[in-house]
């Protein structure tokens, strides 16, 4: 069925908690043109007030998220701050075959993973940094959903991410959301035409 279809791109977006990555990645995801598949990943964290099962993670208990591992069903998964998340791999696999350019929004081990596992110049790896520390700091407290001890944890956990940032072939800054979307396109835009 999709044999003369050419593959998509596996697009992998993260960055520090807090960041933006999911605002500035609705954003980029509202253009059509570049034919975006979310993969929506698997997590054993609360769901927080305006979230959606199905739509921000598959809320799972820790012993569904286990059965996940054992059977070998994530492309990557991750322990971050207290939880466990992941990466269901057929569904990314499908998308890719239908075409479809398939979106992670992943944290940084995970990202290790894929590039250990997965090679070849259809893969986009992008890290979001904030526009300063303070500003990240800012920006988790305000967002309120979180702990003062999570968030501590959290900051804790930004500054090595952000360590790792010559892990990734795009580094953008997110000071303000229209504009790192609008960078992110054009990434995906050249890449798209370079495969
Ligand atoms: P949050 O709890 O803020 O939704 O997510 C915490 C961190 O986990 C974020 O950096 C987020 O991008 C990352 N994350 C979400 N889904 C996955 C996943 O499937 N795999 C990995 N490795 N990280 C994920």
């Avoid at 990466?87 to 990202?111: A, F, H, Q, S, Y």
């Avoid at 959290?154 to 000071?175: F, G, P, W």
Wanted: aromatic fraction near 8%; hydrophobic fraction near 30%; charged fraction near 30%.
């Amino acid at each position: 069925m999709q044999n003369n279809k050419k593959r998509g791109l596996l697009i992998i977006i993260s960055g520090p908690s807090g960041v933006g990555k999911g605002t500035v990645r609705k954003e980029f995801m509202s253009d059509p043109s570049l034919n975006l598949f979310y993969s929506v990943s698997m997590t054993t964290r609360q769901m927080r007030p305006g979230e959606q099962d199905g739509v921000d993670y598959y809320y799972v208990s820790k012993e569904e998220f286990q059965r996940n591992i054992d059977i070998n069903n994530f492309l990557e998964w991750a322990e971050f701050v207290g939880n466990r998340y992941g990466t269901p791999k057929d569904k990314v696999n499908m998308k890719r075959d239908e075409g479809k350019n398939v979106v992670l929004e992943i944290e940084v081990n995970g990202t290790d993973q894929v590039l250990k596992n997965l090679e070849g110049d259809d893969i986009v790896s992008i890290f979001i940094v904030p526009p300063s520390l303070e500003e990240l700091e800012n920006r988790l407290r305000n967002r309120g959903t979180e702990t003062d001890e999570v968030i501590k944890r959290r900051i804790e956990t930004a500054s090595k991410e952000l360590k790792l940032q010559d892990h990734y072939q795009y580094v953008v800054v997110n000071d303000e959301v229209s504009r790192a979307a609008e960078e992110i396109k054009n990434i995906i835009r050249s890449r798209m035409h370079k495969a």
